[in-house]
C-alpha cells in the first residue's frame, strides 16, 4: 500500500485555494440560511392560508347553525376538496352529530374551545397517521351548543416546502460551484501579474537596479502595487549609486593622508635623517590629524544612520557657545569676524551643536573674501543662526547638493582647499536631531548666508519649508 499524502496545512494553502474555500462556504452557508428563511416563510405562508381557509368554512356552519339544527345544515358548507379533509359538528356530550361526506364517524379532537374563540392546531383525540390540522370553535345555536371542527390536510403544504428545499439545494450547489470557480479563475488571473512582477524582482540585482517590473494596463490595485514597487527600486538605486559615490569618495579621503604618512615613512626607513621634526609637525602630524578627523565624521555619520543621533541636553547660553567658536576662529585667521548676537538661552547638545557651529563657521572663514559675520536672534518661539561670508556665493543649482556627503563646487572648493565635502552633511544632521532646519541662502558673486532655525522647546519640530529640512 502506498503512503497516505499528507495534506498540506491550511496556513500553507495557495491564495487562490484560500479564497475559492472561503467563497465556497460564505455563498454555502449564505444559500443554507437563505433555504431555511424561504422554508420558513413558506410554511408560515401556507399554514396562514390554510388556516384561513378552515376558519372561513367555521364561520359558514355557524352562520347556518343559528337558524337550522344540524341535521339541517346545507351540504356545501359540509363539502370537502383540496386541502380540507373533514368537516364535523359535536354536541356538548363530544357525539359526533353531522359530518361531511365519508368524514370521520369518531370525534377527531376533544379540544372544547370557548364560546366564540377559535382554536387552531387543536390537539387530536387520537395521533393520526395522515397529517391532519384541526381548527375548532364553539357556538351556542338555539338548538343547543355545539363545537365545530374542520381538519385541513398538511401534505400539500409539507410536498411544496420539500419541493422548494430541494430545488434550493440544487440551485444552491449551482450557485455555490459557480461562485466558487469564478473566485478561483478571477485570482488565478489577478496573481497572474503578481507572479510577472515576482519574477521580475527575483531577476534584479544590484547590477540591475534600473530595471522595473511591469505595470498591468488595468490601473486597478496591481497596477498600484507595481508602481509603488518601481518606485521603491528607484530609491533603492539612488541608494545604492549614492553608497557606491559615499565609499568610493571615504577611500579616496582616507587614501590621500594614508599615502603621504605611508611615503613619508617608507622614505624614513632609507634615509632616516630626512625624518626631521620639520616634517611629523608640518606633513606626518597634519595628515594623521586630517585622517583621525575624517574617520570621526565618518563614524558620526554611521552612527547617525544606524540608529539616529543620539543628544545630551543641557540648557546653555548660546551667545556664549558662539562666541567661544568666533574666539577660535579668530586665532587662525586675519579675516575679520563681526558678530551680532543676543543673550538665548536653549536646550541643546552643547558638544554637538558647537560642532555644527564650528563648521558652518570654518566654512565661511575659508570661503570669505575679508568678512564673516554671525548673527543671533530669537523670535516666535524659534531661535536663528545667519553665518553670512563675502565670498564667492553658492549657485541655486548647487544649494541642494551641498547637503550630500563628500559633494564639492567646482575646483575652488576642492579638497586641497582643506574640506572633505562632509561639514556640512554632518551639520543638518545634528540640526535635524534637535528638530530644526538649514538652508542656503545668498547668491553668486555677494556671498553665501546659511540660515540655521531650531526651537526652544527640543521636543517640538519646526514646520518645513522651502529650505533644507533637516
Known sequence: MGRWRRVPHPRLWGLRVRGALIVAVTSAAAVLLSGLALGFALDHSLTNASDAAAAKR?????????????????????ATGPGLTAVQVLDQSGRVVHTSFEGPKEPLTDVRPEPEATIHDARPAVPPDHGLRLTAATTIAASGTYTI?????QDAIEDTIRLVATLTAVGGLFIVAIATSVTYLLIGWSLHSVERIRRRVSAITTTDLAEHVPVPTPRDEIASLATTMNDMLDRISAGHVAQQRFVSNASHEL????????TSLEMGELRPELVTA??????LLPEAQRMGRLVDDLLLLARADESGMTLRLTVLDLDHLIDEEVIRARSGTDKRLVTQVRPVQVTADREKLGRALRNVIDNAVRYAASRVTIELSQTHGEIVIIVRDDGPGIGLEHREKVFDRFYRIGDDRSRDSGGSGLGIPITAEIIGAHHGRIRIAGSVGTGTAVIITIPEDPNLALPSDDGKAS
Open 278 to 283: 620639520d616634517l611629523i609637525s608640518t606633513v
Open 255 to 262: 587614501r590621500s593622508p594614508l599615502t603621504t604618512i605611508t
Open 149 to 153: 371542527v374542520v381538519a385541513t390536510n
Open 58 to 78: 367555521l364561520r359558514e356552519v355557524i352562520a347556518q347553525l343559528a337558524h337550522a339544527a344540524p341535521g339541517e345544515l346545507d351540504r356545501s358548507v359540509l
